[in-house]
């Protein structure tokens, strides 16, 4: 696994040097545009608006547009000219209770690795944040922008989750509520027990990507020029619901049901999407 960025954590007089590294990635399938004669790729051509004839690489400048028909363009010199105190560093400004920040905030996660030097600093960090509970806000800059960020522990590691900016996160203003329509004791008691009926132990491998599960199958299906499976029936309109109780009372029994037959699970079959899955992850590695 490669490192996105290296730098350090500060906060107070305290310094960590740290290498950010991927937390997570997105499984998505990749297709390209192809002449249906003879599956020749295509290809995309840079124009210009004015005369659209194509304009070579070196020729192509990066410009804003800051009025209607009038541009500010931007030099990598340009760029490089803004630097920002967080360019090379994680600075803690503030230590907050987690549970104050609405998770709406948090968006995208990151393993911090402490460098050479930097260990006893760092376990203390991740000891001190288990211990209270709270996680330390920060600003850093990773390719040219800057994030606000969170700095909070994560099993054995410290995680860097890129936060969010106030201006950024909507506020539901335009839209209506259905939280404060009244519901019966005996409907809410029915929702409670269903719901804990179906309350199981946090397990995230067994939800899938059912879409691209499929998706790779009739791919498989049509490099082995098999004829692809039937598609499932549609999955039938529900009707408007009168009596919530009856519903309810239905679905605790089809839980309680399906937690008593709950199968053992079957070793992975090996499938071409498997092995594409494997050699990504391979290659990821």
């Given at each position: ?5 290296k ?5 107070g ?8 590294y ?5 499984e998505?399938?990749s297709?390209?545009?192809l ?5 020749s ?5 840079k ?13 192509i400048v990066?410009g804003f ?8 363009t931007?030099?990598?010199e ?8 967080s360019?090379h560093s994680?600075?803690i400004t ?7 920040i609405n998770?709406k905030?948090f968006?995208?996660?990151?393993f911090?690795e ?5 260990e ?5 960090l991740?000891k001190?944040?288990?211990a209270?509970g709270k996680?330390?806000?920060a ?12 700095v909070k522990?994560d099993?054995?590691?410290l995680?860097?989750?890129l936060m969010?900016?106030a201006?950024?996160?909507?506020e539901p203003?335009?839209l209506q509520?259905?939280s404060?329509k009244?519901v ?7 929702a409670?027990a269903?719901?804990d009926a179906?309350?199981?132990e ?6 899938k990507d059912q879409y691209?599960?499929?998706?790779m199958?009739?791919i498989?299906?049509?490099a082995?020029?098999?004829?692809p499976?039937?598609?499932?029936a549609?999955?039938r309109?529900?009707p408007?619901?009168?009596d919530?109780v009856?519903v309810l ?6 839980a309680s049901?399906k937690?008593?037959?709950a ?5 992975a079959?090996r499938t ?6 494997q050699?990504?992850?391979?290659v990821?590695a």
């Amino acid at each position: 696994m490669r490192a996105i960025w290296k730098g350090s954590i500060n906060f107070g007089l305290v310094y960590i040097p740290v290498s950010v590294y991927p937390a997570t990635k997105e499984e998505k399938i990749s297709f390209r545009q192809l002449r249906a004669t003879d599956l020749s790729p295509i290809r995309y051509k840079k124009v210009a608006e004015a005369d659209q004839k194509e304009v070579p690489a070196d020729q192509i400048v990066k410009g804003f547009e800051y009025e209607k028909g009038k541009w500010v363009t931007l030099s990598d010199e340009d760029f490089e000219k803004v630097q920002i105190e967080s360019t090379h560093s994680v600075e803690i400004t503030d230590f907050v209770e987690q549970p104050q920040i609405n998770p709406k905030f948090f968006y995208k996660p990151y393993f911090l690795e402490p460098q050479k030097g930097g260990e006893k600093a760092y376990a203390l960090l991740h000891k001190a944040l288990t211990a209270s509970g709270k996680l330390g806000v920060a600003k850093v800059a990773i390719q040219k922008r800057e994030y606000l960020a969170a700095v909070k522990p994560d099993g054995l590691f410290l995680i860097l989750e890129l936060m969010h900016f106030a201006h950024e996160v909507l506020e539901p203003e335009s839209l209506q509520s259905a939280s404060d329509k009244a519901v019966s004791p005996q409907e809410l008691k029915m929702a409670t027990a269903l719901i804990d009926a179906m309350t199981t132990e946090w397990d995230p491998t067994k939800y899938k990507d059912q879409y691209q599960n499929a998706l790779m199958e009739l791919i498989e299906q049509k490099a082995q020029k098999r004829m692809p499976a039937p598609a499932p029936a549609a999955p039938r309109v529900q009707p408007n619901v009168i009596d919530m109780v009856a519903v309810l009372q239905q679905s605790l029994q089809r839980a309680s049901q399906k937690k008593k037959a709950a199968p053992s699970r079957a070793p992975a079959k090996r499938t071409t999407a498997s092995l594409v899955k494997q050699k990504r992850r391979s290659v990821a590695a």
